[in-house]
């Protein structure tokens, strides 16, 4: 038995309640009398509206903690008994002790940092420094941070823009004596936002690291208290200067991999251990052990920080699939100055829409060539129909990853229009995103 | 010493009965079955979420300062979902529906819209740090013995994972057992004696059964007790599965708070109405002891801390009835800071603790006639936090009874294991959508109610021809439904009645788990019985092969060796024995018959007939001596 087509009937309407509360000036937090249609008496706080409750539905907290949602249709009515205290404003400063080491934390919002209103049960994000710091206070036993929210988004809406004024900031707050960055980030497109900030920046004197959490940090067992622990000791214990991200290795709470951030890649919904390097093993791991870093890791660097972070607006990704037409491909395309297309197997796409990539680079679109199996490399010369696709104008990416080479291409693109500099860019290794070695 | 009069004393207890529901996981697909098989293991740490005004639970407070590592070992009956690895899936529609059965069927009024929330427990039994749990009705009552209980609130819930073993600071969990639906009924505070909270139990537990969708065996139904005495204080004694010893953690309870209560009193006479104690290292004074405890702890690099409770002394030993007074709950209090337990002037000399030991430490405390001391051993880190609870808890006994949750130990008592978690512990599961009660729904679950225990029994009895005790035996036991599936089956009934009561019982006397049995082995056990393939001896043999080894019906035949024997082999062995036994027969006569009966049997076990080989022995001892 599932209720679900009744709660996708009453979603739309479920706004009324709120209506209703609002007229009769009652909030959530008030503490107020129900009578259910049945006419049973409920004595309780008022909860914010869920967006699948029912209309009619009105939702308190009972004495005992419970939620329970009733109906007020009909012969239903609620009176206000009294109005919640209002909030104490919770003021705290975040100490510094001279002894320690300052790392930066620039958040960019999820719920990473993230706090539970027990009294509505609302959990909402940091929207201060402070609050972000005091969310993982442990982190203060490690060394002092200076905190900046640069913005609150969840990832999946994270813009270009959201790069480039991250990129600024990382710069900024390396260049005024930070000993490292913490990112915590939105785990959806984490990858992606490595791979921006990776292109942008240069002589990096510190490690960035990106974090996220697969578990919200309103949950005991939340992974975001270990993977900010691990992202403070690595930045005051490691001689590093790289984009890394930093998440759990396995399902366990106490070992850590970091990633070269044009290798990291989200390979499963839910997992604590969603992050994968990508063709290559892991930058290094944390335990408690402490920090091992692989030989191929880039030391800190000396001076200053650099930054260009523009980046191409209208750039395509797309995955070829079998049956996409050319007519499809066409449109999905238009007006793109750049498109990666990860293709079948060693990086196919049909016959037709060879002839499609073909007439986009006669037109001046650079086309860029992945693969969509994730593992492994891209390669156009094995069958015809990789020969012809080279043909055809295509650059092969061999083993980076489709959503490093759409950032890397957006970041090319703004620098150059130039056919023959940007496949020459394309096929530079600048930042760790291609090897020609990979190992069994 | 007799029963405490427990109306005069106020006597007040609330049941709690939790039962696992059969139905599937509660937020996932996985089914409900325990394992012995652990396919991987995986470590975890929780730590109390901060509110925003960074209030955290008092009851989790004290489980993260323990700052514990939980392993957690996963089965084939377990999946992403309980290892906190995916968001839970819709709620399962047929536990809501058995819930909102048992609802109807206490007269409790559903809500309108279930809620599920997150509470939070991070003592390790739940990997996410929070138990799932909605509640689904109130306002109930139950008639028995001619009074009514009020059913205050009937939840449903996530059981726990299941705590193997703790080892220092680790502690070992399996998640097989978590996400099993979990039927909370609470009752009000309305039972007044312990044999009264042994029938309301009873009879909630019939009536969870007649549902026929719950688990079966050892630890499939759990009660949590609360219970108060005028002058003492709510006290909630957690997870009892014995029913038949319900009785006895109330009885002690009520003779713990009295003493309690008595302490306070004496106290107050004795002028104490405050207590601060100087901690004082005793390491020295003790150097040369011959205590074992004492000694390990000294030559492990760590110290023995002593305090002098004033006007303490004699409350720490047992009264004169012998019920425990202060001691057991001050050792209680220091193991939670990792030290082995006290010693207290109540219990000394002992322990290798000589008179002349104590006489020193009495003095080097200042400790005259009337007050007690108490030493911790143990690391300098350890014993600080140890003593310091002590204090606290000494502290307490001033007022009175402490409110508290206490676990139930096998004997009948029960030892303090947390304080009652605060109220501000719950917040919405958001990954799980209300579930809307309908009309409509509740009218199809009142058209489905399962026949009620009483209208069972009487149909055993009339339509069956089992006795009042055999039917009242199965409704009981829960095996009501499988015995109808047996006799369908074309099982006799008292052959049916006699496995599931007796036999039953039996494998469970011999610590085997009978949640593993099902209706289609006990079936096809007593088709080939019943057909004559072996005897109704065999039948224990074979089910206990059966669930102890996974073994399938043929398989156990052929390992414990069983088949049917002719009448000609009986009388062959038998003939054979009453020839070796001769003499013995001659000078016992009748009564060799039972001592030859336990030859035969070894080597006829489960082949054949005990009546029948019986009546061929006695007939064959006869014709030597007559």
């Not at chain 1, 982190?139 to 790069?163: F, G, H, P, T, Y």
């Not at chain 1, 209208?314 to 066409?330: C, D, I, K, M």
């Not at chain 2, 002028?271 to 030559?299: F, R």
Request: with cysteine; net charge negative.
């Amino acid at each position: 038995m599932n209720n679900v087509s009744a709660i996708v009937e009453r979603m739309s309407k479920g706004k009324r309640m709120q209506e209703m509360l609002e007229a009769k000036g009652i909030s959530p937090g008030d503490l107020v009398e129900v009578t259910s249609s049945g006419g049973r008496i409920f004595r309780g706080v008022v909860m914010p509206h869920h967006e699948f409750s029912g209309e009619s539905v009105v939702t308190i907290k009972l004495d005992s903690g419970y939620n329970v949602g009733i109906d007020l249709s009909d012969t239903g009515s609620l009176k206000l008994v009294s109005k919640a205290e209002p909030r104490r404003a919770h003021k705290r400063e975040i100490p510094r002790d001279k002894t320690k080491k300052t790392v930066s934390v620039i958040s960019t919002g999820g719920t990473i940092a993230s706090y539970v209103d027990y009294r509505t049960g609302a959990v909402h994000p940091a929207i201060s420094a402070e609050e972000m710091v005091f969310s993982v206070p442990e982190l203060l036993d490690i060394c002092n941070i200076r905190a900046e929210v640069l913005c609150s988004v969840l990832s999946e809406n994270m813009k270009k823009e959201n790069w480039t004024q991250l990129a600024e900031r990382v710069c900024e707050h390396l260049n005024s004596g930070s000993v490292g960055c913490i990112i915590p980030h939105g785990t959806d497109t984490l990858g992606f936002t490595a791979a921006a900030l990776s292109f942008s920046l240069s002589n990096i004197t510190a490690p960035v690291v990106l974090v996220g959490s697969q578990r919200s940090s309103d949950r005991p067992s939340s992974d975001a208290t270990s993977n900010l622990l691990s992202a403070a000791r690595l930045c005051t214990g490691a001689d590093l200067g790289e984009i890394v991200v930093l998440m759990h290795a396995t399902t366990d709470d106490d070992a850590l991999s970091i990633h070269r951030a044009t290798r990291a890649r989200k390979n499963h919904s839910s997992r604590r251990d969603a992050f994968q390097s990508v063709n290559e093993p892991p930058l290094g791991h944390i335990d408690a052990g402490g920090i091992t870093l692989r030989e191929e890791h880039i030391v800190r660097a000396k001076g200053k920080v650099e930054v260009d972070a523009r980046f191409e607006e209208e750039v395509a990704l797309l995955n070829f699939y079998p049956g996409l037409s050319a007519e499809r491909f066409r449109r999905s395309v238009e007006g793109a100055k750049g498109v990666v297309i990860a293709g079948t197997g060693l990086g196919h796409v049909s016959q037709g829409i060879i002839a499609e990539i073909s007439s986009l680079t006669r037109s001046g679109t650079a086309v860029c060539v992945t693969t969509q199996c994730i593992w492994g490399s891209a390669n156009l010369n094995v069958y015809s129909t990789g020969r012809d696709m080279q043909s055809a104008g295509a650059i092969p990416l061999d083993d980076m990853l489709s959503e490093t080479a759409y950032v890397k291409l957006s970041w090319v693109l703004a620098r150059t229009r130039d056919p023959d500099e940007v496949r020459k860019m394309m096929r530079n290794n600048m930042r760790g995103e291609m090897t020609e070695r990979r190992i069994l | 010493m007799g029963s405490p009069d427990y109306r005069s004393l106020g006597l007040k207890v609330g049941l709690e009965i939790h039962q696992q529901l059969s139905t599937g996981k509660l937020f996932c697909s996985c089914p409900c079955d325990l394992s012995e098989q652990v396919v991987r293991r995986f470590m975890r740490l929780l730590r109390p979420s901060q509110s925003e005004m960074g209030e955290i639970d008092r009851a989790a407070l004290e489980e993260a300062q323990k700052n514990l590592r939980f392993i957690y070992e996963s089965t084939p009956f377990d999946c992403l979902v309980e290892a906190d690895e995916e968001p839970p899936h819709p709620v399962s529609g047929e536990a809501v529906r058995t819930t909102l059965m048992i609802s109807k069927m206490l007269g409790a009024h559903p809500v309108d819209e279930i809620q599920f929330m997150r509470k939070i427990v991070i003592d390790g039994s739940n990997t996410g740090g929070f138990q799932r749990t909605g509640l689904i009705a109130t306002d109930g009552s139950l008639a028995a013995d001619g009074k009514k209980i009020s059913i205050s609130t009937i939840c449903l819930e996530e059981d726990a994972a299941r705590r193997i073993k703790e080892e220092g600071r680790e502690v070992v969990f399996r998640i097989d057992r978590l996400g099993i639906p979990l039927i909370e009924i609470a009752t009000g505070p309305e039972i007044e004696t312990p044999e009264e909270a042994k029938r309301i139990a009873e009879r909630l537990g019939s009536l969870l059964r007649a549902t026929r969708r719950v688990r079966r065996g050892i630890g499939s139904i759990r009660e949590d007790l609360n219970v108060s005495i005028s002058g003492g204080a709510r006290v909630e004694i957690k997870g009892v599965q014995e029913l038949y010893l319900l009785p006895l953690y109330i009885d002690n309870e009520v003779r713990r708070q009295s003493a309690l209560i008595e302490v306070s009193r004496e106290l107050s006479k004795r002028g104490i109405s405050e207590l601060k104690p100087k901690k004082i290292d005793l390491s020295k004074e003790l150097a040369k002891t011959k205590s074992k405890v004492l000694m390990k702890s000294l030559g492990d690099g760590g110290r023995i801390l002593g305090i002098r409770l004033p006007g303490f002394a004699g409350l720490l030993g047992p009264d004169s009835d012998g019920t425990r007074r202060l001691g057991p709950e001050l050792a209680a209090h220091a193991r939670v800071s990792g030290v082995g337990g006290i010693f207290h002037s109540d219990e000394l000399p002992a322990y290798g603790i000589t008179e002349v030991e104590v006489d020193r430490v009495r003095k080097e405390l200042g400790a005259g006639k009337m007050d007690c001391i108490v030493l911790v051993a143990g690391s300098n880190e350890n014993t600080e936090a140890a003593i310091e609870r002590v204090i606290a808890r000494a502290r307490q006994a001033i007022k009175g009874v402490p409110e508290e949750t206490r676990d139930p130990m096998p004997d009948g008592i029960t030892t303090y294991s947390r304080p009652l978690p605060g109220r501000e512990r719950m917040y919405p599961e958001t990954d799980i959508p209300p579930f809307t009660v309908t009309q409509d729904l509740m009218e199809e679950i009142g058209n489905q109610l399962p026949e009620y225990p009483e209208e069972t029994a009487r149909r055993f009895i009339e339509e069956r021809g089992l006795s009042g005790e055999q039917a009242d035996a199965l409704v009981k036991s829960g095996f009501d439904r499988d015995f109808d599936e047996l006799v369908e089956a074309e099982i006799p009934p008292k052959t049916a009645a006699r496995t599931l009561i007796n036999t039953i019982a039996e494998l469970e006397k011999d610590g085997l788990d009978t949640s593993r049995l099902n209706s289609e082995m006990i079936k096809a056990v007593l088709r080939r019985q019943t057909s004559g393939d072996f005897a109704m001896e065999a039948v224990p043999m074979l089910l206990g092969r059966m669930i102890e080894q996974g073994e399938t019906l043929e398989q156990a035949l052929n390992s414990l060796d069983i088949s049917s024997v002719s009448d000609s082999e009986i009388e062959r062995v038998v003939e054979s024995i009453v020839r070796e036994k001769r003499d013995l027969i001659l000078e016992r006569r009748e009564r060799s018959i039972a001592p030859l009966m336990g030859l035969i049997m070894s080597e006829l076990r489960g082949k054949a007939d005990g009546k029948k080989i019986n009546s061929i022995l006695t007939a064959k001892i006869k014709s030597v001596f007559e």
